[in-house]
């Protein structure tokens, strides 16, 4: 319950993770209650089974690859401060114009860095490519057995055909952020945080 | 040594005329002597001078979190399409290849992101968050020191719930339990006759009335002329053993549960010499159609004691309702809903398995301050023609939730233990499918426009 995880969490950490992140006092104090909810196993980090207990996450098409981008190359755990960081791509944008003393360079919830998250969704081995054998791995996992194999085919290839600009087949990032331009990523990849 | 031994004597001796004469005794004649309702007026006048103290203390300082019990994030609650709709609408479309645009996946990152700060089914296992502190330590979340006079009035109820309560709750339970026991193997000496059921309601009556005291029990009991009658099936929404002790104080029911050992298992032996209790051993509850039989069995009997059914099938934290087995539903008969909804300022009924083994719960419940609930009886209900048992189950479920104030949730209380089934995520490809390719089938029956 949560009187034993706020307590563990110190001052200076949320001081720190305020900077970092943006988001406030109270709402990490609440994030965190929620992540020692999460970690039964009470080691301090969330493994990829503690995202999976959640229902509504373990039947959402695209959960693995949303559980994946919490962890760094490599890792099995994330601490707080990775959770948090993850999370904070999600603040509104808006967020920002009431919290001025943020850290300099480009806040994680920057409409750039929106887009990155959601290209890594895509990107499954991370060589900062969308390749066409990437696409049809994700468009499987969106929908299942239900599209054939050749209309599969065909979306992926029209839609790398759309997005493609310099003749790679493949979809780069910023190739990937031209198609996006007119949709309203500060809003879609936004979540409203109480408080 | 002797004086010290008289004492002792004369002490137990006063103790016990005490609980039998002021407690015992009343709980059969179904009297109460208007201790528990004073204690209860004081206890909230003292909470909410409590949560007085505490709010003030909040305000002076500004850096301390104020609770929300509302939530961490707002959501949208658009449907699939609506949401997949709107990212769509910004995109040029060009349907020759099927309906996919790279923003799709937004989508499901926005909910599964949301999901992971915040879910329907998970936090129904854990007790429920209280907007302001009532006092006791378990329930402290983010409630820092304040004042002194709110540390003294919690130390005296430290004091107050275990040295005072505690062993008089004790008591009461031993002598309750005890009186179950012994008294049901009395009358299950008698032969069958209109007396001997009389004799045995009586008996399980004040034993549960005893045990409601053992916790100081406040219940108010609405609608009671919709109280469950013989041969019918009472349905109620689950949140811990005490349930029970809660819906048996005003009325008599068959018990349904598995066979145990230990002292459950005695007590369930000797319940059932007085009057009929469904109890299945471990193998028999696997075998869906025994259960089914037997309870079919049970209930065409119309002069039997209502069966008491929980068809969540687990213990639920009471802000909510989970999915209904259907078990229960299929064997016909008439069904009495009945909502159950606790009061959580005074004491967290919710008995969270995981965490708390029995006893450790029974002592939790024993050293709270009390247990305050609401039971509504709701109005009688049957299958209707061209309805099936699953959807009986959610009417019924729908019915209890909305009575006690209650989320309304179809997910299964057993994802407590198990993993969701793959079918749900196969449901969301196939939605989701079906936007992609709808207008491509669309495109190749009509033909170019």
């Not at chain 2, 009886?377 to 006690?404: C, W």
């Amino acid at each position: 319950m949560g009187s034993r995880a706020s307590s563990l969490l110190r001052e200076e950490d949320i001081e720190e993770i305020k900077r970092e992140t943006g988001f406030s006092h109270s709402q990490i104090t609440r994030l965190y209650s929620r992540f020692h909810s999460l970690d039964k196993g009470e080691n301090g980090a969330l493994s990829r089974e503690d995202f999976q207990r959640i229902p509504e996450l373990a039947i959402n098409p695209l959960g693995d690859r949303i559980i994946n981008a919490f962890f760094p190359e490599g890792e099995d755990q994330v601490n707080f401060r990775g959770f948090m960081r993850t999370l904070a791509h999600f603040r509104p944008v808006e967020d920002n114009e009431k919290n001025k003393n943020l850290t300099s360079g480009e806040p994680l919830n920057s409409r750039a860095n929106k887009l990155l998250f959601a290209f890594r969704l895509y990107d499954l081995d991370r060589d900062d490519k969308i390749s066409r054998d990437e696409l049809l791995q994700v468009l499987r996992m969106m929908v299942g057995v239900n599209i054939s194999d050749e209309q599969l085919g065909s979306i992926a290839d029209r839609t790398i055909q759309e997005a493609d600009t310099n003749g790679d087949m493949c979809i780069s990032f910023s190739e990937f952020t031209k198609v996006l331009e007119k949709v309203d990523v500060e809003q879609k990849m936004s979540i409203r945080f109480l408080h | 040594m002797e004086g010290v031994w008289e004492i002792t004597f004369l002490l137990v001796q006063v103790w016990l005329s005490i609980v039998v004469g002021l407690i015992m005794l009343p709980a059969m004649f179904g009297v109460s002597l208007g201790f528990t309702d004073i204690y209860i007026k004081v206890l909230v006048k003292t909470l909410e001078w409590a949560t007085l103290r505490i709010q003030r203390g909040q305000k002076e300082q500004t850096t301390l979190p104020s609770q929300l019990a509302n939530g961490i994030i707002e959501k949208d609650d658009g449907s699939m399409e609506e949401e997949i709709g709107e990212l769509r609408r910004s995109h040029p479309k060009n349907l020759a290849g099927g309906d996919f645009t790279l923003c799709d996946a937004f989508y499901f990152c926005k909910k599964g992101i949301e999901n992971i700060v915040e879910d329907q089914v998970t936090q129904r296992f854990t007790s429920e968050e209280l907007a302001s502190w009532n006092l006791l330590t378990r329930t402290n979340n983010n409630f820092r020191y304040i004042s002194v006079r709110l540390t003294v009035i919690w130390g005296l109820g430290v004091f107050i719930r275990y040295c005072i309560l505690l062993p008089l709750r004790i008591t009461l339970a031993f002598i309750g339990l005890s009186w179950l026991v012994i008294g049901t193997t009395l009358v299950g000496l008698l032969p069958s006759s209109n007396a001997k059921n009389w004799l045995s309601d009586l008996v399980h009556i004040t034993c549960y009335r005893i045990c409601a005291r053992g916790l100081s029990a406040t219940i108010h009991y609405h609608n009671k002329e919709n109280r469950p009658k013989k041969g019918g099936i009472c349905v109620a929404n689950h949140t811990s053993p005490i349930d029970i002790v809660i819906l048996a104080n005003d009325g008599c029911y068959a018990m349904v549960g598995q066979v145990h050992g230990g002292l459950m298992g005695v007590i369930q032996r000797s319940m059932v010499r007085s009057c009929p209790h469904v109890w299945f051993e471990r193998s028999e509850m696997k075998d869906r159609h025994a259960v089914a039989k037997r309870l079919k069995d049970y209930i065409a009997d119309k002069t039997k004691l209502p069966i008491l059914i929980f068809p969540e099938g687990t213990c639920i934290n009471n802000t909510s309702v989970m999915m209904f087995k259907k078990g229960s539903f299929e064997i016909g008969g008439t069904i009495y809903p009945v909502a159950i909804k606790y009061d959580p300022q005074f004491g967290d009924a919710f008995w969270n398995s995981a965490k708390y083994n029995m006893v450790s719960y029974l002592l939790r419940m024993m050293t709270s301050w009390a247990i305050v609930c609401n039971v509504w009886y709701l109005p009688p209900m049957t299958r209707q023609d061209g309805e099936d048992a699953v959807q009986f189950a959610n009417r019924v479920k729908s019915a209890i939730a909305h009575q006690g104030g209650l989320v309304d949730l179809s997910w299964d209380g057993g994802l407590k233990r198990e993993k969701v089934k793959e079918s749900f995520k196969e449901e969301q490809q196939k939605m989701y499918s079906s936007m992609i390719v709808g207008s491509d089938f669309h495109e190749a029956s009509v033909g170019p426009a």
